[in-house]
């Protein structure tokens, strides 16, 4: 079976005031039919930049400078606005962080989400579409959505916001969703919720996702693969468990080691020393070796950069010494 | 502040090409001012009967005016009062609606409501009436419009300078410096007025502009810096004459072209500044 | 167990809502509403709850950034609550608050020297040896004191909470309020942070009051828990006791929601989710503040509200959690109310891995 979405060598930059920031430097992923990726990786890894590209919807003056993004067979970086708009929001949508920027505060919740509907089925009569707006407020459990529908967003609780912005997403019964930190915004009892709205929604319409964040939590969830992304580039890839149980980057270790654990034992935490790397002055070898306990001197890190090599089980990692304990 | 910081602002100040152009000329016209009895060539003063609305010429660089006074010496020293004018007055102006701002915002409660109708009254005067008013009473001179400029005109960086202290005062670095006991007169001073300092400049050199051009409409009139002291806006009166405005162009274009420059000038690196120090409102 | 350094009762902040023109109040949001706290040297108190329960608002009541409207904060035999900024100023450097934006919480115009000195300044005592004692918090935090004529800009954002840090320390505080210290930093640098913590309270016996709302966190570092829903304590324990027996349905639903930490737990426990959402503090329920989302609410729940009562493990419920049966699945206890809603829709089927 052909992946639903392949992503092929992206590479995305941004002009900066210092130089040439490269977001995203050479990053391939495949996400197969109704499965869930989960892109884990810190602030500026380049994870949100490469979903946006997905979408076409990188701002200028960045720009993907190489690869492609072909979605069930069509290289999305080579279509025409027009046709990009299309997919964009019918069989691809999208979820954001801040479920509060993402609506429109003056116009009510259902108005946007019967508009989401109408703009990529125009044949839809009112009535319809509006039944079908209230089916989806109660499938993503907002109580009462026949009055909810004229409200606004904010008569909405964040909770609520998230949940209605996910309805709007699967308005379109979308192949793919990506949603970009969609329980970061959120408490923890409304976190589990969304997730368990995402999962409930990939179940009943077999739809695709990725699934960005940072954190392992979420992707312990709900993942059935995983891309570690460090520094613009994805160091470690391969199924979910194969990531917790066995992983192979040092980077994916030391994330996995610094996390408090809510059901392990209290030792003591085992940070990454170090930040990461300033991506306008990247290191010349593999970006992770300023602070990998590997590495540590190592001729081929400091001056080769690691390429992805395969494990068995298709496990990716981007390391010279892949699976060697620190 | 800091080289780092500084330098992009800078860039970005560089980047608009009309405000360096104005920042040249304003240079270029403070350095004729301060040293006008050096280039002046002549007394601005000296009345010479013999030799009155004489053209431009070898002797008269801008010729002279109906009293036989060179016209070039005067437009020179007149940029002293014009220029001095309207830096005391933005800067008196300014300097009042910070201090005001920031206590109303850091205090709140009673003060900034004081502080804030206060602002309100002041702006709902028709200010120039107001001017007219007291300069008749006070009697028209420089310092009379300094200070009068400066009553009318604080409460545009007082409303700018309370509402960036409001923001700063629930700033978490300001919540530590409360909470290790910094009083709020401390904060002002070192929290709130360099945060607001740049703004500030902005606000007071576009009054800046303003006030020149205020100074040249009242002296115009009579009602602010009165003869034989020149000022950009006395040396116009002679251009109340059609004739003369027809026949005579150097008596009334050079005040005329002083003005219109300096305050177009003034008003780009106001804008320059803007940008520099807000690169995201300015251009929307 | 030592004497608390601090303790806090019956704290109360009430924010008035003002309305119309002429801003006549027409409400109170009950920010806080009747906090007991006690905090002991070289022990760390976690104050949990999600956003808009009040515990930032406590954390500021207790370094008097706000006034409590009511309530005591007792230190060194003396209460802080009624004492004027000038009564305070003296005791201000003792009890220092470390906060959440790395970014925010540093002046960007001061080096990283001047805003460790700052404290010292304020409080008079930069001029013996100011410079040296800069230099040694620095260190302390873990930071060369070669970098401390940079501003904060250059460093990154678990540098700059340790600049944070520096700075609370600077006037040799006995109690330290953390307010979501490490929650704006990445995952790789709240190790750090965390770590820098446990020996920091080691090293200098501090008392800690870590509010948070991530409870894997608040597991690692603390040694009690307070949990905290509408203004109110709902429930407080020793941390062992809070995460293996929860009594109060709140505390067991967020439990029971917090990730896992590995994908082999999936299903492998009850999720509890909770029905509808956190009442407003400026329209709280009559009672009990949990009943409008409680499975296990009842008539008496409405009408009386529940006391936070117990020795050690102390619980503000009328039908608390059996610790004997700890079995989220005898959840439904007591009368059902007709209310479908209140019922929590159960996931998995073993019980909760604590």
């Known amino acids: 079976m052909t992946p639903l979405l392949v992503v092929d060598d992206l590479a995305v930059e941004f002009p900066m005031e210092g130089g040439v920031l490269r977001a995203v430097d050479g990053v391939s992923l495949e996400v197969g039919q109704g499965e869930i990726l989960g892109v884990v990786g810190e602030s500026g890894s380049g994870k949100s930049v490469t979903a946006m590209s997905v979408l076409g919807l990188v701002r200028p003056p960045g720009r993907v400078v190489r690869g492609s993004v072909r979605f069930d067979g069509e290289d999305l970086l080579a279509l025409p606005a027009r046709r990009l708009r299309r997919i964009r929001g019918r069989r691809i949508a999208m979820i954001f962080q801040d479920p509060m920027t993402a609506l429109n505060p003056v116009v009510p919740v259902g108005a946007q989400i019967a508009e989401a509907i109408r703009l990529h089925q125009p044949r839809l009569g009112r009535a319809a579409v509006r039944a079908r707006v209230l089916e989806l407020l109660a499938s993503v459990g907002i109580a009462d959505p026949a009055d909810r529908y004229g409200r606004h967003p904010h008569e909405y609780s ?94 994916t270790r030391g994330l996995l080691s610094s996390r408090p654990g809510l059901a392990s034992a209290t030792g003591e935490l085992v940070p990454i020393p170090g930040s990461p790397p300033d991506l306008l002055a990247p290191p010349p070898g593999c970006a992770f070796e300023p602070r990998c306990a590997l590495g540590a001197g190592r001729a081929a890190c400091r001056t080769k950069r690691p390429e992805p090599v395969a494990a068995a089980g298709g496990h990716l990692s981007a390391c010279h010494f892949p699976g060697e304990p620190a | 502040m800091t080289g780092a910081v500084a330098s992009p602002a800078a860039r970005r100040f560089l980047r608009n090409r009309m405000a360096p152009a104005g920042a040249v000329f304003l240079a270029a016209v403070g350095v004729l001012a301060l040293a006008a009895p050096l280039v002046a060539g002549h007394d601005p003063n000296a009345v010479d009967l013999t030799a009155f609305r004489e053209p431009p010429s070898a002797a008269h660089l801008l010729g002279t005016d109906s009293s036989g006074r060179d016209v070039f010496a005067r437009l020179v020293h007149a940029g002293r009062v014009s220029l001095l004018v309207g830096l005391l007055s933005s800067l008196a102006a300014v300097a009042l609606g910070t201090l005001l701002g ?170 320059g500044l803007r940008d520099a120090v807000d690169p995201k409102g300015a251009r929307g | ?19 119309g023109v002429l801003r006549r109040q027409t409400g109170t949001v009950r920010a806080v509403d009747g906090v007991d706290l006690a905090l002991h040297p070289g022990r760390t108190l976690g104050l949990v709850g999600e956003s808009g329960c009040g515990k930032t608002t406590t954390g500021r009541l207790v370094v008097r950034l706000a006034e409590p409207t009511s309530g005591r904060i007792l230190y060194g035999g003396r209460d802080l609550a009624p004492m004027s900024h000038a009564e305070l100023r003296p005791l201000r450097g003792e009890i220092q608050i470390v906060f959440q934006d790395p970014y925010a919480s540093l002046s960007p115009r001061l080096t990283v020297h001047e805003i460790v000195a700052e404290p010292l300044r304020t409080q008079g005592r930069y ?168 499975w296990k609410a009842q008539e008496r729940c409405a009408l009386e509200e529940p006391a936070l009562t117990g020795a050690g493990h102390r619980v503000a419920c009328h039908f608390p959690e059996d610790s004997t049966t700890a079995d989220p699945g005898g959840c439904y206890g007591g009368k059902r109310l007709k209310s479908d809603a209140r019922r929590p829709d159960v996931a998995g089927d073993d019980d909760i891995s604590g």
């Open chain 2, 102 to 271: 920031a206590l109303a915002g850091m205090f709140g409660g009673p003060l900034d409501a004081v502080v804030m109708r206060a602002a309100d009254v002041v702006l709902s005067f028709p200010s120039l009436v107001v001017i007219v008013v007291l300069a008749g009473v006070l009697g028209p001179s420089a310092a009379m419009l300094v200070l009068v400029f400066a009553a009318c005109n604080w409460p545009t960086a007082c409303r700018v300078v309370r509402g960036l202290t409001l923001s700063l005062r629930e700033r978490e670095y300001v919540q530590a410096a409360r909470a290790f006991g910094a009083g709020r007169l401390t904060v002002i001073g070192r929290h709130v007025l360099p945060a607001v300092l740049p703004q500030v400049a902005v606000v007071g050199t576009l009054l800046v502009a303003q006030m020149i051009l205020l100074e040249a409409v009242l002296s115009f009139l009579g009602l602010g810096v009165r003869p034989p002291r020149a000022s950009w806006g006395n040396m116009l009166t002679d251009a109340q004459n059609l004739t003369l405005i027809q026949t005579m162009p150097w008596l009334w274009l050079p005040p005329g072209l002083a003005i219109a420059l300096t305050v177009l000038a003034v008003n780009f690196v106001g804008d």
């Open chain 1, 158 to 251: 964040g909770g609520m916001r998230q949940r209605a912005l996910i309805a709007m997403a699967l308005a379109n019964e979308p192949d793919l969703l990506i949603a970009d930190e969609p329980t970061t915004a959120l408490d923890v009892t409304l976190q589990s919720q969304v997730l368990g709205l995402l999962d409930t929604a990939r179940r009943e319409t077999g739809a695709a996702a990725v699934l960005i964040t940072h954190d392992l939590g979420v992707i312990a969830e709900l993942a059935d693969r995983v891309a570690v992304m460090y520094a613009g580039r994805v160091v470690e890839h391969g199924e979910v468990h194969q990531i917790f149980t066995t992983p192979r980057h040092p980077y």
């Open chain 3, 127 to 294: 001029r013996d040896g100011g410079r040296e004692r800069v230099g040694e918090l620095l260190e302390l935090v873990g930071l060369s004191p070669e970098h401390a004529g940079r501003y904060p800009h250059e460093f990154s954002g678990g540098q700059r909470q340790r600049v944070g840090i520096a700075r609370a320390l600077a006037l040799d505080p006995r109690v330290l309020v953390l307010d979501e210290p490490v929650s704006a930093l990445d995952v790789s640098i709240q190790a750090q942070v965390v770590n820098q913590l446990v020996h920091l309270q080691r090293e200098l016996g501090l008392a800690y009051l870590f509010i948070s709302h991530d409870l894997s966190v608040v597991r690692h570092l603390c040694d009690r828990v307070a949990i905290m829903y509408l203004g109110r304590i709902v429930e407080e324990g020793e941390r062992t006791e809070i995460f293996a027996r929860p009594a109060h349905p709140y505390t067991k639903a967020l439990i029971s929601a917090a990730p896992i930490s590995h994908p082999s737990q999936r299903g492998g426990r009850r999720r509890i989710v909770l029905a509808g959402d956190v009442p407003s503090p400026a329209d709280p329920p009559s009672g009990c503040g949990f009943r409008t989302r409680c």
């Open chain 3, 1 to 19: 167990m030592s004497e608390p350094v601090l303790a806090v009762e019956g704290l109360t902040k009430h924010f008035p809502i003002r309305t």
